[in-house]
C-alpha cells in the first residue's frame, strides 16, 4: 500500500507518522517550503489527541512534545469574562484528563521529525486523476506527478482535494473575524496580565460584538524538562501572552488584510476601546512580526461532512469540517481523525479490509463526532454576534457587570460554606 498525503498540518503529519511507524510507504506533499512556514500560536490537544499521539510516536518523540508544551497547571479551568476582565463563569478542567497546550510551530516541526524523504516540501497539488483499478495519480504545479493507492487530503481551509471531490467548498465564512498576536511577557508585561488568566485560557465578551480570547504560554512550566530531551530535541517558545480580538466582519472599519502588523494592533486597540486598561495595554505591547488576521471558516455541522463515495481518495482535518479556533478543538479533531483512518489502514495491510471498506468505515466514525466539534466551535461566535446588534449591546452594558457581580456573590459564598 502506497498513501499520499496533501498537507503537511497536524492531521496530516500524524497521519503520516502512524503510517510509517507500522510499515505503510506514505508521502507528503506540502506547499509550503519550510516546516516553520505556518500561521497561529498555541494549540489545545484533549486526551484522545495526547492518546493518539503516543500510540503513533515513538516514547523519546513523545516526550519531546511533552517538554515542547506548557505543563498541566497551565489548563486547570476555562474562564468566561466580560470585557473588563470580571468572571462570569469557569468551566474547571479534569485533572486526570492529559492534554497538551503546545506552540504550533514547534508541534508542526516534531511531528514532521523522522519523516525525512517522506515529507516533500514546495511541493503544490493541484489535482488527482483517479484510475479503473483503484490507484490514484496526484498533480502538482511543476508538473510532476505521484502514485499511490490512497490519496488524502489534509490541505486545510479550502482544500482542493476535498472540493473536487464534494464539487464545491466544504467550508464557508462564519461570519466573524479576528486579529490576533504574540506579547512577550517581561518584567513590564508580566503585571499587566489579568489574574483570571492563571489557572487557563479566557473568552471575555464585550459591547458591540467584540470578544477577546486570551491566554498565557509558557513552556518553562512544562512537566519535563527539555534538557532531558536527548534522542529529540524539545521545541520551546518564549513566555507571553496569546490574544485575539474577534468581531463580526462587518465591525471591522478598514481590510484588515491591507494592514501590517503595527497596523492591525493599533485596529485591534482601536476595537477594544472601553475595555480592560490592562488587556488594551498589552495588545499594544505586541510583536508587530506576531500580529495576523484571520477570517473564520466553518463547514455545516448538520450538513454530511462526506458528501463523496469511499474509494482512493478521501479528506480529513479543517479539509472536511473546517471550524474556527474558539472551541480549542481544530488540532485536536484533524489528530483523531489521523488516528481512525490509521487505524483502518492497518486493517487493509492485515488483509481484513479493503481501501474503499476503509474509507467508508472513517467517514462513517468521523460523522460520530466531528460535526459536534464543528457546533462546539461555533457558538462562541454566535454570543458576538447577538452582541453586535444595538439590542445586544445595550443588553450586555447591563447585563455583564451584573452578571459578573453574581459570579463573584457566588465565589464568596462557597468560600464561606467551605470554610
Known amino acids: 500500500m502506497r498513501v499520499l498525503v496533501i498537507g503537511a498540518g497536524m492531521g496530516g503529519l500524524t497521519l503520516a507518522q502512524a503510517l510509517s511507524r507500522h510499515g505503510i510507504e506514505v508521502v507528503v506533499h506540502e506547499r509550503d517550503r519550510a516546516v516553520e512556514s505556518t ?5 489545545h490537544l484533549d486526551d484522545r489527541a495526547c492518546a493518539a499521539l503516543r500510540r503513533h510516536l515513538a516514547p523519546g518523540h513523545y516526550r519531546a512534545l511533552l517538554a515542547s508544551s506548557a505543563g498541566p497547571q497551565a489548563f486547570t479551568r476555562f474562564a468566561v469574562a466580560d470585557h473588563r476582565m470580571r468572571l462570569l463563569f469557569a468551566e474547571p478542567q479534569d485533572p486526570a484528563a492529559e492534554i497538551l497546550m503546545i506552540g504550533r510551530v514547534p508541534l508542526r516541526r516534531l511531528l514532521a521529525h523522522g519523516l525525512d524523504a517522506a515529507l516533500r516540501l514546495g511541493s503544490e497539488f493541484t489535482g488527482h486523476q483517479a484510475h479503473p483499478d483503484g490507484t490514484v495519480t496526484a498533480h502538482f504545479a511543476d508538473g510532476g506527478t505521484d502514485h499511490g493507492d490512497l490519496l488524502v487530503g489534509a490541505d486545510g481551509v479550502g482544500s482542493r482535494v476535498a472540493h473536487a471531490l464534494a464539487g464545491r467548498p466544504t467550508s464557508s465564512p462564519a461570519g466573524v473575524s479576528s486579529i490576533a498576536g504574540r506579547t512577550l511577557l517581561t518584567a513590564g508585561t508580566r503585571p499587566l496580565v489579568p489574574a483570571l488568566l492563571s489557572p487557563g485560557p479566557a473568552l471575555a465578551f464585550g459591547p458591540g460584538g467584540v470578544g477577546a480570547f486570551l491566554t498565557r504560554h509558557d513552556p518553562d512550566s512544562g512537566a519535563v524538562d527539555p534538557s ?42 482601536s476595537l477594544l476601546r ?12 505586541a510583536d508587530p512580526g506576531s500580529a495576523a488576521f484571520f477570517g473564520f471558516h466553518a463547514a455545516d455541522p448538520a450538513a454530511d461532512l462526506t458528501p463523496w463515495p469511499a474509494g482512493a ?5 479543517d479539509a472536511v469540517h473546517a471550524m474556527p479556533p474558539t472551541g480549542g478543538m481544530a488540532a485536536a479533531t484533524a489528530i483523531r481523525d489521523a488516528d481512525v483512518l490509521a487505524e483502518e489502514l492497518l486493517l487493509v495491510r492485515a488483509g481484513e479490509s479493503t481501501i474503499p471498506r476503509a474509507v467508508h468505515r472513517f467517514h462513517e466514525r468521523m ?3 466531528a460535526g459536534e466539534a464543528v457546533r ?11 452582541l453586535a446588534t444595538p439590542a445586544g449591546t445595550r443588553a450586555a452594558r447591563i447585563a455583564l457587570p451584573a452578571v459578573a457581580a453574581a459570579a ?12
Open 39 to 43: 500561521g497561529g500560536y498555541r494549540l
Open 228 to 269: 532531558d530531551c536527548t534522542g529529540i530535541a524539545a521545541i520551546t517558545e518564549p513566555a507571553s501572552l496569546i490574544w485575539g480580538v474577534l468581531a463580526p466582519d462587518g465591525v471591522f472599519p478598514v481590510r484588515p488584510r491591507e494592514l501590517d502588523g503595527a497596523g492591525l494592533i493599533r485596529l485591534a486597540d
Open 274 to 285: 472601553g475595555w480592560s486598561a490592562d488587556v488594551r495595554a498589552l495588545v499594544r505591547a
Open 313 to 317: 481518495v478521501t479528506a480529513l482535518g
Open 367 to 369: 460523522a460520530a463526532y
Open 376 to 386: 462546539t466551535s461555533i457558538q462562541p461566535l454566535r454570543w458576538v454576534e447577538r
Open 408 to 419: 463573584r456573590l457566588g465565589r464568596v459564598l462557597s468560600g464561606n460554606r467551605d470554610a
